[in-house]
Each structure stands twice: as structure tokens, then as C-alpha cells.
């Protein structure tokens, strides 16, 4: 180390470091995104994951309130771009001092890294992930390749490297050229899935004369996840599920799937859903009671809340009361099928009326507490009780839509108040001057949203269509727009519909 001292001649001269760094930077991309397709959390989920818990509650909830569906993928791409510009950056730094220059590299990786593992922990729920030694992995890739004495002096002695045409290239062209054609179709990918993100269809697949289809299919179940490659990778035979109460268990899918099973339909909808949005969605799920696992493994004395621990570090809790409540599943089959693995396999929470962050997926424990507990939405402020705003939605007609006069339409669509249940909906063509109450369609279950439709014969003209629901209670929905952050967004839902 006592030989490294600046160098005026290479400070002179930062563009080739940074181009050198920059092509290690996307190497390093290339690395952890191949890593994350394997099934192996790296720089990308951790840096990316880690972000969204330390992004501050109220920008969180706007940026996803914006964003929506493409919230994940963008965070992803410019996690790799940042990580790119890092690398650059400190291949200038590196470059201001003369050889060896690997350690202050290898030191520059190593305070990275320490940097990074808060957002591992953040990310992933600890240290003992994987990703705590694939960041380390990245950041060498990042940061030594352009401090190698090879790619320092250039050209070696022997035959050089050569690109597609037969050209000869330095070792240092090679390594810009590697990464920058791995990096490039890297980027390419990240920006690919970010512009494919779109929010699904409506779940209930309504068209002209047909009402909404009650039951949703598991591929067009909505999906929401803090993980930003897709589903954790779980082996159903290996395994199970810990209960830490007076009496510990572990149980295997094999056994969990040999109990009493119990039955039911039930609505799941995202805190962050949009006024009129698709982020709800109805399944038929099958699985073991909860109240029946409780019982088993016996609840410690002075319990106030269930907290549960899952395969990628979410965490989430319920009340005992709510763990207790004869709807609340340890759900194993969606659809008369193993749960997807994108809707967690082998087994998730299923807790009726509440936002979907109370029904946590890919289980692994189950602890009790006494006391109070912030799950991994909390923690950035999200409201811990979780429950549904009064929601409605247009099915058909499709926002911006453009109909003929002289046919008659079956306007139509699906509400939802969790527990509360929907005592009426109303639909208005004039933006609210005038209401007409709409047919409601029985529940399939008092957990279920409800499907409402409504007959209209419209005259040629423009019409601002609204829809409102009220709850079981007759409460009308909240007609004052808000986000979604930190209770769930509220408002009415509006159509402008040209009939010609």
C-alpha cells in the first residue's frame, strides 16, 4: 500500500477509467441479473428491495400511486443503472493512483459491500441470505476487473483477442466490449419488462351483455409482491412449517395436507389499488383452519397477536382474534390446485376482510406475541389494521369507450367492502346529477366482492358515467379522492363514454 500515490498523468485522463468501469459496471449487472433468474438474490434484489423500505411512507405511496404495475421493473432498471454509474465512479477514483491499484479496488468493494448490507437485511429479512455474499461477489466484478495489470498495460505478449471480424483488441477493449454487449442485453431486458408492465384486465373478463365472471382464474389473478424477480424457489418436500407455541411443531406439506380441509371464496384486493383499479381479485381456495393449527400447538397465555415469518423475509401479523376467526385459512390449493408458486406455494395466510398485505405468502413460521407488531408494510407506515375502503369498479364499459346509440348495454362491474358487505350500487350517466340503483348479484361467500349490472339504452351524445357503492352498513363510498397510501385510495370511479 506504501506505493500508491496519486498519479497526475492517469488524473489527467478519466474517460478510459470511467468507460473501463462502466463496462465492469454492466458485468456486474449481467451477474446479478443472471444470478436473480437462477433463483439467487443478488445486488439487484437487494439494492432495489432495500430502497423501497428505506424510501420514506408518503413518496413510496405516491411513486406506486403513479407508477403502478411498472413501480417494480423501473426500480429494478435503475437500481442496474446506478450500480453502473457506481462503478465508473470509482474505476476514476481507482485510476488516480499508481499500480498495483487492486487493493485500493479490493477496498473500495469491501465498503461497498458493508454499505449494502443494511439493504440485504432490509431486503431479505437478515444475513443469512444468499444475497449477503452474492453483493460481495458483485461488487469484485464491479470494481477489480479494471485494475488487473493485464488490462492496466493493454495488449499482452501472444496472440490478443480478436472480435467478430478477426480484428485484434487490447484486453482492455475486450473487457469494455464483454460488458458492454452483456450489460447492453441486461438493460434491454430490465427495459423490456418495464415498458411489457401493464395492469391486468379486469378479473372478471366482462364484455357487452355478460356479467362479470364471479370467480377469477389463477393466471389472471392480480399480483403484488415486494419481491422483484418473482416468487421465492420452494421445495414442497423439504418444506415446513414451524409453530412456536406451547407445544412446538413442525409440520410438512404432507401432513398440513392430510388434515381437515375447509373450503371457501374470497376476495383479495391490494391496499395500493387504484380507485377503479385491478388489483382485487376473487379466488377459490381450499386449506387447513387456522384456528385448527392454534389449537394444535396451543397459544402461549398473554398472546395478543400471531406474527408470521415467510421464505423471502416478509413478515406480517394478525390479531389473535383475527387468527382465530373460523375464515382464516393456512390456504394450500387455489383453484382446486396447489397454490401457483407466484401466489404462494406451498402454503399463505388467507385472512377475510382485510388488504391483501394480511395474507402473507410462502409460510414458513408462525410465532406469538404479546404485544404489538409492524410487518414489513407497516414499517413504512401503511395502515396496520388494513381494512377495505368501500370499492367499485366498471367492468363494462371499458374507460374511454365509444358505444351505439339505439342498442341497449348491460353496464356492469364488481364491488367489494371486506366483512362489511355491499348493501347497494348506484350508476349515474350525467357525472353525478342523477343516480339509478344497479342490480346486485348474491355473494358467493360473505368474504366475496359483489357483481352488480345495470341495463342502459343510450340516445347519441356524451356521457360521464360514475359509479358508487355503499357497504352493509349503508355507508356511501367516500367520494373525495385520496392515494393509496397509507389506508387505501378513495374515490369514485368516472368514465367518459362517447355514444354515437
Known sequence: MSGIRPDTAIRSSWRPAARLGAASGLLAVSVSLALQLLGLPGLLQAVGGGLVVFTPGPVFGTLIDALQERGRPLLVLGTAVLLVVVAAGAAVVVARFRPPRWPVALLGAAGLWLLTLPLVVAAEGGLGSSATWATLLEWLVALLPPTLPALARGRRAGTPHRDLLGTPLS??????????????VSLGYLGVRAIAAA????????????????????????????????PPRISGSSWRLSLSGTKALSLSLAELSAMPQADQFQTLECISNPVGGTLISNGSWRGVPLANLLELTGVPAGTSQLVFDCADGYTESLDLAQGVHPGTLLALRLDGRPLPAEHGYPARVLAPGLYGMKNPKWL??????????????EQQGWNPAALPRTFSRFDFPAASGQLSGGRRYLLSGVAYAGLRGISQVEVSVDGGGSWRRARLERPLSPYCWTIWSLLWAPAPGLYQLTVRASDGSSRPQTERATGSYPEGATGLQQLQVEVG
Open 364 to 377: 414458513t413460521g408462525i410465532r406469538f406475541i404479546n404485544g404489538t407488531y409492524a410487518g414489513y408494510w
Open 199 to 230: 395492469p391486468p384486465s379486469p378479473a372478471s373478463g366482462s364484455t357487452l351483455g355478460r356479467l362479470p365472471t364471479p370467480v377469477t382464474s389463477p393466471q389472471d389473478f392480480y399480483l403484488v409482491s415486494k419481491d422483484l424477480f418473482g
Open 171 to 184: 484486453r482492455r477493449s475486450f473487457l469494455e466490449l464483454l460488458g458492454g454487449s452483456l450489460g447492453a
